[in-house]
């Protein structure tokens, strides 16, 4: 891939576009795929191809850009690539907001293990680093301003060099390094002294884990405008985080809230029956044979763990959809592996059921190892399910219970559906409970209500509470 330098030149200090499309796009999906239904350009603008991105910059490339595309990030930035090199310009500077590790927990989560999702975050990082000066290929957020939310991003972050490390040669390992930078959610006199404080503990971790000669970072760390509410570091503080980012990197704290709705840059141009019939339209007079060659070789980059950036650009070139390029990696990538559990005793079975795009889990929600222990088996058939997947589902395991997990309002739609569903293949005497975990208004409430669905907020539950109240469901 060549790129050549802008005509126009840069700004200088010139603010930072941001550019967050809408939950289908950042999750890999079309805007005609089924679990799109309402939500697209919802929260930002609906990005299925690189005809999208021209219509979004119809005149010229922002000069500083902050990309945060979700699972669907690195693609995304194929496509700000693909392009600056159509127009023969330099691509913005800037980062890609992309953290692997709390995209698990975010409602666009990849539908590919962390691993997976790991080896795609340093696949962008080192591209970026090589192919697009002056863009970082891995900005971390802060989520918490806690010496453990600094410590996940901490941990965040060294996985990904880890990552980084089992694909590339030290020397490019060093560079990708600098394509790392952290922001914390406050710019003030604590922040700043946090930030120092954690510019030197990074330097020292990453030195005991790779070996000396990386650059010293003083870029490391950006501010958001902001008061801290922390208490600037004390004595300790190193200690404390160097304890945290163990507990962290053993899974034993809990992700903050990661996926907050932000307004869109730019409102979608066309609603959506227009944007299924322009993806009809953009599939028609691309060339077929193009498509098909450059996703497969996408493909073959992802089983044999090379670089997919290239094929990436390559395919947003072709006319590929986030939605086709999405498909590719799901099934080139391991999914994510559930741990085996013992085989149940006796007693209650619940079937989890998570309509709908987001990916989110209820944290109020049991382990199964938990459920074990109090006799009940708790399945659950995995993130994005339409009405009939869930249906199908309870065909097979025949649960005592149905668990409805519902983190958005698309969700709730579904799970009527679902029930109606349910109803008409004979399964109305079902209990069902539906954990809520936004906030409804009344017309949402009213149906879920005349459907027969009970709510209970998953936050709502005590320590034990949640089993006990889907215990009481069926007995």
């Known amino acids: 891939m060549t790129l050549h330098r802008s005509t126009t ?9 941001t550019l ?46 902050e990309l ?6 690195p693609w995304h930035l194929a496509l700000v690539a693909a392009l600056a090199e159509r127009r023969g310009v330099a691509p913005p500077q800037g980062a890609l907001l992309h953290d692997p590790l709390a995209l698990r927990h975010a409602a666009a989560a990849p539908a590919w293990s962390d ?94 884990r790779h070996g000396p ?19 600037p570091p004390g004595p300790d503080a190193a200690a404390r985080l160097r304890a945290a980012l163990l507990r962290a990197e053993a899974d034993e704290l809990p992700w903050p809230e990661t996926d907050p709705s932000r307004p869109a840059d730019a409102a979608p141009p066309l609603s959506e029956p227009d944007r299924a019939a322009a993806l009809v339209a953009w599939r028609r007079q691309r060339d077929g044979n ?24 390559a395919c947003a070139k072709a006319g590929v959809t986030t939605g086709e390029w999405g498909t590719v990696m799901a099934g080139a990538l391991p999914g994510a592996v559930a741990k085996p559990e013992p085989a149940p005793p006796s007693g209650v079975t619940f079937l989890l059921a998570r309509p709908g795009l987001d990916a989110r889990l209820p944290r109020a929600l049991p382990s199964p190892t938990e459920a074990h222990i109090r006799g009940i088996e708790l399945r659950d058939t995995g993130p994005r399910r339409l009405p009939s997947d869930i249906v199908a589902a309870v065909l097979d395991d025949r649960p005592q219970a149905l668990l409805l997990s519902l983190p958005s309002p698309q969700s ?7 029930l109606a569903e349910l109803r008409r293949a004979g399964f109305g005497a079902m209990p069902a409970l539906g954990l809520i975990e936004f906030q409804l208004d009344a017309p949402l409430e009213k149906a879920l209500e005349a459907a027969g669905l009970p709510l209970k907020r998953a936050r709502s539950f005590a320590n034990g509470g949640f089993l006990q109240e889907i215990v009481n469901l069926v007995t």
């Open 115 to 208: 691993r997976a999702a790991l080896g795609l975050g340093a696949d962008a990082l080192c591209w970026a680093g090589r192919r697009l000066p002056g863009l970082r290929g891995a900005r971390l957020r802060v989520s918490a301003l806690t010496p453990e939310g600094m410590a996940l991003t901490l941990r965040s972050g060294l996985a990904l060099l880890a990552a980084t490390a089992r694909r590339e040669k030290p020397e490019h390992l060093r560079a990708a390094a600098c394509g790392i930078d952290i922001v914390m959610p406050a710019d003030d006199a604590a922040a700043r002294d946090w930030g120092a404080l954690l510019t030197t503990l990074w330097q020292e971790l990453v030195a005991e």
């Open 412 to 418: 709730a739609q579904m799970a009527i559906e679902t």
């Open 20 to 65: 967050r499309p809408d939950l289908p796009s950042r999750a890999g999906f079309d805007s005609d795929h089924p679990l799109a239904a309402g939500l697209v350009g919802v929260e930002g603008p609906a990005l299925a191809h690189l005809g999208d991105l021209e219509a979004l910059w119809p005149d010229r490339l922002p000069d500083v850009l």
């Open 9 to 17: 030149p840069r700004t200088p200090g010139a603010a930072p576009a």
């Open 213 to 231: 000669g990386f650059a010293a970072r003083p870029d490391l760390i950006q501010y958001r405008h902001g008061a801290s509410e922390i208490a």
């Open 290 to 313: 193009a498509v098909q060659k450059s996703l497969l070789a996408l493909r073959e980059a992802a089983k044999r763990g090379i670089n997919v950036m290239g094929p990436s650009v």
């Open 68 to 73: 945060d595309g979700g699972a669907a990030g």
